[in-house]
């Protein structure tokens, strides 16, 4: 366990890969209608930072966080969590694996609502029927300002309280590597700031990897790299994007991706 | 509108087959109960009329009434000279003596004892004898016999074998001729001897005297006037009817048994369809608020609140009408699965082609239709008073239930609470059985009502020890707690079959722990001789009694007769005893008078029956006999209640008395006391000795005299219980159906525990978890309710039958446990359902 607290709180300067990509294909459907959502993406995240993914819609962003959280299976390549090759797990094996090394932020519904909030924070760690580490969710409770709210249920939060809530779950268990999907997609700019703030110090200054999908702009610039994926591989990276700099890029890659961003992704 | 319900109804037919099924099960027993009662009353009423279709007139000796509980009444034989007289009425072409009783076969040594009577009778050629040759010759000289057909081909009796026919007296018969009856060869259950006639007189020790004298009318004269004038010359005495309704009533008497049987098939089917309510009720609830989303669309698209709710009600009418005519089909097969269960647990009816009438058709789409419909109205004004604004919420909150429902539902559960520990407490004298049946629906309708109010609270409270299951085991509670309607409904429909169910099972228990107590506080017999058909009189032969008492081995043997009376309109049992040796056998303890007076001709009261009439010793109570019309006979004692029920009646007299009102001539029981230094074995043997001549006779220890008096109830409990577990298997059916909607409503929920690293396996403990959650809640509500229930009718029957509340644990805790494993089994489908859905489609659906 001290081992894995010194690797996450490591220094931003060292490169130690926490999860990657390597020629990942992804393939849905049959015949004649089947669509390689990955074709070839080879991707690495550096640990202790925080990595964003943009591309247009249907890029294969969503497809590339669920492949490398060990959420879907993949038609070909290899995708690497440290130094586990998650294509050879199986079904109960990736559940272990998500529970013990993976924390996620969706973009809605992210609580259960039947427990509370101290109690959806504690859920990984309970289900995997571990005991959790009290000082250090007290410490995120206390970052995220969530100390009075520890005992509502999740109908009781307002929407960012609810995200926040389920940011501080997806750490409680000091996970290799979070990933947020759209994690400011249902709040407002000032909620969403708030979040995207919160999860670039917890880069920074705890040192959780952290790979967020978004369509966002404003969110992609709190993050210290960002790559853009375009017809399901990587096209291209930025380090320490400025908004300007991202609108730019994009605009390059797909002139129609700011009206379609708006759409859902499958 | 409509064309919406079928495209719902067929849309969400994998969420409504449940309901389906619910709905077929419960129109099928309906069906079935209908459609077995009827054929078995038309068979019988084909019988009779059979029996009596070439006869326009019986003439027989006048009786008080006819039947009494099912049993005709026997009548005195008429002299042989009313055969001339009526013969010499004008317009009587023909009238013939007829005799009638009953002969138990033997071949080979062997009794035949079929399930029914031993018919013995005169053999009379057509049109006046109903029974027509099928083989060799008519009864001829005093040692010839034809049996039935069927009897002959089941036992291999040929013509020219040699048969023993036991009645009165006793003799060997050659067959010279098989016959069959109408259609059939022969009468259901029975065997039946037909000899000629003064072999028959002789066999049934009637002298000269014949049962009956049937009569046919001159051409074209009509029977009803031919009666009026028969009875005229006839005088006082005589019964002339016509032979229609002779059939009529005899059919009657034995249809009365087969009243009872539908009245508590259909009470059964009720229960079943009332849980199918509940489950149609969810069902549609469930679905509803599934859809409030796409109703809300359509509101706002222009639809009025009226054309929602007649879109969930047509959807339910597709429903209803659907599963009501696939429950008639399954009905009328299931009708010949009942007749087979109801012969198991010893109710025999008549077997034959089965009988659809329209009724039974309308009947059972009504109720099927009906029940659907009336369970979808309260979801379906749900649907139609959804908002259209609530299409643009997320989602909506399930709602409690509404104060005001709350309220009357505290108020009845109260009521009801509070009258059963009132009939508990007060422990009435009288019969109190309405009271606590009002009670009983009062706390049931209550719970119904206040259930979604309380479940919540409920279902955390008692699903406590699941936080030891962990996550999985507190999310399955918090699930049930998170949806109280939907988890109130469910657990009460199976609250209700399990109420049922320890009701019946303790409330026999009880009766049946009071019967061997009395039984054996009050009877000090080593023996008892009791027959082994389960007749209503007894049915024992009265050479046993005679027999018995000679036997050096025996130092008493005392009998007892029954005997039905009228009391005004309601008929009642009494039994006869031998007041002189009674003493010897049993310890009736007298409350006041004494056994001895009953020797003077007068009646004993149990104490109850004496204080709830009025009446003290020294008054007289008039009592209508058969045979001799209304007595008034003077009380002579009053025993007590519990002495009395050991004696199996509210009325005791003395066999003088009894011979003297009553043509019947069988005893119910032979009391046997063992002479002085005469051991058990010994005596036993010498005792069956004499009963090796009586094939339905039977030697019983205390024990076994206790069971034999507590087979009924053993049997209708047996038969009971059986079809009480179809209203189980709805019930369960409902919590699969509830988790299986409810799991498409969490899926989100589900997808995120997945994702954040809920196992399979856990997941499946989650809603197995709650399947057996859901069941436990319904047990503890419906075994509490079922003993509750169970502990007021016994108070209320209080010194009727005087039980003590005996709680069969053994029994209940098999119950428990059969109900548990079954919640575990209803929760198997959804949660490998729950478990197999993909993470990813349901984290992302909405």
């Known amino acids: 366990m001290s081992i894995g607290v010194t690797l996450h709180r490591a220094s931003p300067t060292e490169s130690v890969i926490a999860a990657q990509a390597r020629d990942v294909v992804k393939i849905y459907g049959r015949g004649d209608t089947a669509v390689r959502a990955l074709n070839g993406a080879t991707l690495s995240i550096p640990a202790g930072r925080f990595t964003a993914v943009m591309g247009p819609s249907g890029s294969g962003k969503s497809t590339l966080m669920h492949a490398l959280a060990g959420l879907d299976t993949i038609d070909g390549g290899q995708v690497l969590l440290g130094d586990t090759d998650l294509s050879g797990l199986g079904e109960r094996q990736r559940t272990l694996l998500r529970r013990e090394r993976v924390g996620f932020v969706f973009q809605s519904f992210n609580l259960v609502p039947t427990l509370t909030a101290a109690e959806n924070i504690a859920l990984p760690l309970t289900l995997a029927g571990r005991r959790p580490d009290q000082e250090w969710i007290d410490e995120l409770v206390a970052i995220l300002g969530l100390a009075d709210r520890l005992r509502h249920r999740p109908t009781e939060l307002s929407g960012g309280q609810q995200q926040r809530v389920a940011v501080a779950r997806a750490l409680a268990a000091r996970p290799e590597i979070v990933f947020a999907d759209e994690p400011t997609g249902n709040l407002d700019s000032r909620a969403g700031e708030a979040l995207l703030g919160f999860l670039r110090r917890a880069a920074r200054e705890l040192g959780q990897t952290i790979v967020m999908v978004t369509h966002d702009p404003n969110a992609a610039a709190y993050a210290d790299r960002l790559v853009f994926l375009a017809d399901g591989r990587i096209v291209d990276e930025l380090t320490a994007p400025a908004v300007p700099a991202i609108l730019s890029r994009m605009a390059s890659l797909d002139t129609s991706a700011p009206a379609s961003a708006l759409d859902e992704e499958k | 509108m409509w064309r919406l319900a079928l495209r719902n109804a067929l849309a969400h037919r994998a969420r409504l087959a449940l309901t389906l099924i619910a709905v077929i099960l419960g129109v099928t027993f309906v069906t ?20 009596s279709a070439g006869v326009d007139l019986v003439v027989r000796d006048a009786a008080a009434f006819d039947s009494a509980m099912g049993v005709e009444v026997e009548r005195d034989p008429l002299p042989s000279v009313a055969v001339d007289r009526i013969g010499a009425v004008p317009g009587v072409a023909a009238a013939r003596p007829v005799v009638r009783g009953s002969g138990l076969l033997r071949t080979d040594g062997k009794a035949i004892v079929p399930s029914g009577p031993s018919l013995l009778m005169s053999w009379e050629p057509a049109p006046i004898g109903a029974f027509t040759l099928r083989a060799g010759r008519p009864p001829a000289a005093d040692d010839e016999v034809v049996i039935d057909a069927a009897t002959a081909g089941g036992h291999h009796i040929d013509v020219g074998d040699t048969i023993t026919i036991q009645a009165e007296s006793t003799a060997r018969l050659r067959v010279v001729g098989l016959a069959g009856f109408g259609g059939s060869p022969g009468l259901p259950d029975s065997t039946v001897g037909l000899v000629d006639l003064p072999t028959a007189q002789r066999l049934l020790g009637l002298g000269d005297g014949v049962t009956e004298v049937a009569v046919i009318a001159a051409d074209g004269l009509d029977p009803q006037r031919l009666q009026d004038r028969v009875a005229t010359a006839l005088g006082t005495g005589y019964a002339v009817t016509t032979g229609r309704d002779i059939a009529a009533s005899s059919a009657e008497a034995a249809k009365t048994q087969v009243g009872y049987l539908q009245l508590m098939l259909l009470a059964l089917a009720a229960a079943a369809l009332l849980v199918g309510a509940f489950l149609i009720a969810n069902t549609f609830s469930i679905v509803i608020t599934q859809r409030t989303r796409e109703l809300a669309v359509l509101r706002a698209a222009g639809a009025t609140g009226g054309q929602v709710l007649r879109s969930v009600l047509g959807e339910a009418l597709l429903v209803g009408i659907a599963a009501s005519i696939a429950g008639v089909g399954l009905g009328v097969a299931a009708a010949a699965g009942l007749r087979g269960l109801t012969g198991a647990f010893g109710i025999t009816l008549p077997d034959g082609s089965l009988i659809v009438e329209p009724r039974t058709v309308i009947v059972a789409l009504a109720i099927g239709i009906g029940v659907t419909v009336t369970s979808a109205i309260g979801p379906a004004r749900r649907a139609a008073s959804v908002a259209p604004v609530e299409a643009m919420r997320r989602s909506s909150a399930p709602a409690a239930g509404g104060r005001g429902r709350t309220v009357i539902g505290s108020l ?174 049993a310890s009736p303890h007298m409350v006041a008078g004494s056994l001895d007076a009953l020797s003077g001709g007068g009646v004993i009261l149990a104490e109850s029956v004496a204080r709830q009439r009025h009446l003290s010793v020294g008054d007289s109570l008039p009592m209508t006999f058969s045979r001799t019309g209304t007595q008034r006979l003077p009380i002579v004692g009053l025993v007590l209640d519990r002495d009395a029920h050991a004696l199996s009646t509210d009325y005791l007299i003395s066999l003088e008395t009894f011979s003297k009102n009553y043509r019947e001539h069988v005893d119910a029981s032979v009391f046997v006391k063992i002479a002085p230094g005469v051991g058990a074995a010994v005596a036993k043997k010498a005792i069956n000795g004499v009963l090796a001549d009586h094939p339905t006779a039977q030697l019983r220890d205390q024990a076994a005299a206790v069971a034999g008096r507590t087979l009924m109830i053993d049997q209708v409990l047996g038969m009971v219980t059986a079809l009480l577990t179809l209203t189980i298997l709805i019930a369960l059916m409902g919590i699969t159906n509830t988790l299986a909607l409810s799991i498409i409503e969490r899926t989100r929920e589900i997808g995120l525990l997945r994702a954040v690293g809920m196992t399979a396996r856990q997941l ?50 098999a119950v428990v446990a059969v109900a548990v494993v079954a919640g575990l089994l209803a929760g198997l489908l959804p949660a490998r359902r729950a478990a197999k859905l993909d993470v990813l489609t349901a984290v992302a659906a909405t």
Request: glycine content about 10%; overall charge positive; cysteine-free.
């Open chain 2, 32 to 51: 079935g109960s209908l459609v077995l009662t009827d054929t078995s009353q038309r068979l019988l009423d084909d019988q009779f009329r059979t029996a």
């Open chain 2, 764 to 813: 499946r403990w989650m809603i197995r978890g709650e399947a057996v959650f859901i069941t436990v809640l319904a047990i503890i509500l419906g075994v509490g309710m079922g003993i509750a229930f169970a502990a007021g009718t016994v108070a209320a029957l209080g010194s009727t039958i005087d039980a003590p509340l005996v709680l069969p644990v053994g029994r209940l805790l």
């Open chain 2, 412 to 585: 009845a559960t109260v009521l009801g609470v509070a009258g059963l520990a009132a009939v508990i407490a007060v422990r009435p004298s009288a019969g109190m059985i309405a009271p606590v049946g009002a009670a009983a629906l009062s706390v049931i309708v209550g719970l119904v009502l206040l259930g979604p109010a309380v479940a919540p609270a409920l279902a955390r409270f008692i699903g406590r020890p699941l936080d030891l299951a962990g996550v999985p085991g507190r999310l399955a509670r918090e699930s049930a707690a998170r949806s109280p309607r939907r988890t109130s409904a469910t657990a009460l429909s199976l609250a209700v079959g399990l109420a049922l169910i320890s009701f019946m099972t303790v409330l026999a228990t009880s009766v049946k722990a009071s019967i061997a107590q009395s039984y054996k506080e009050v009877i000090s017999a080593d023996y008892v001789i009791e027959s082994a058909r389960n007749e209503m009189l007894g049915g024992l032969s009265h050479h046993v009694h005679h027999h018995v008492s000679e036997l050096p081995e025996v130092a008493v043997a005392s009998r007892l007769r029954y005997g039905h009376w009228k009391d005004g309109q309601a008929t009642r049992a009494l039994t006869a005893v031998d007041p002189v040796t009674l003493p010897r056998v």
